[in-house]
């Protein structure tokens, strides 16, 4: 069986898991091969460029979380290891369109 993980943009660090893959498995991507350091559902994140404890996870080209360990190539990216920072992202945006709204920026 082929395993293959598919890279959204060019500067994602993780990339979507297209089938299951067990601990030891090669994984198949547009960037070349890499090996699973775990089990790794269908659908879930596999990190593809080493992500240092503190960092942005980079999923789309934007950040969706931010790593609380460091998350070596191979590594299964799920909640166990990041933290969700899309919230605070939204909020971030939310209070950035309403300034902009009473600076009379955005009619």
């Given at each position: 069986?082929?395993?293959?993980?598919?890279?959204?943009?060019?500067?994602?660090?993780?990339?979507?898991?297209?089938?299951?893959?067990?601990?030891?498995?090669?994984?198949?991507?547009?960037?070349?091969?890499?090996?699973s350091k775990e089990a790794i559902p269908v659908g879930h994140k596999i990190c593809i460029k080493?992500?240092?404890?503190?960092?942005?996870?980079?999923?789309?080209?934007?950040?969706?979380?931010?790593?609380?360990?460091d998350i070596p190539v191979g590594s299964w990216v799920h909640s166990h290891n990041v933290e969700d920072t899309t919230e605070d992202i939204c909020n971030a945006y939310i209070a950035a369109y309403y300034t902009k709204i009473r600076e009379g920026c955005i009619p």
């Open positions: 069986m082929c395993v293959k993980a598919l890279i959204i943009a060019p500067n994602d660090n993780v990339a979507v898991m297209l089938n299951e893959a067990a601990e030891g498995i090669e994984v198949h991507t547009s960037l070349g091969t890499l090996i080493e992500i240092p404890c503190g960092s942005d996870v980079i999923k789309y080209g934007l950040p969706i979380g931010s790593a609380i360990c």
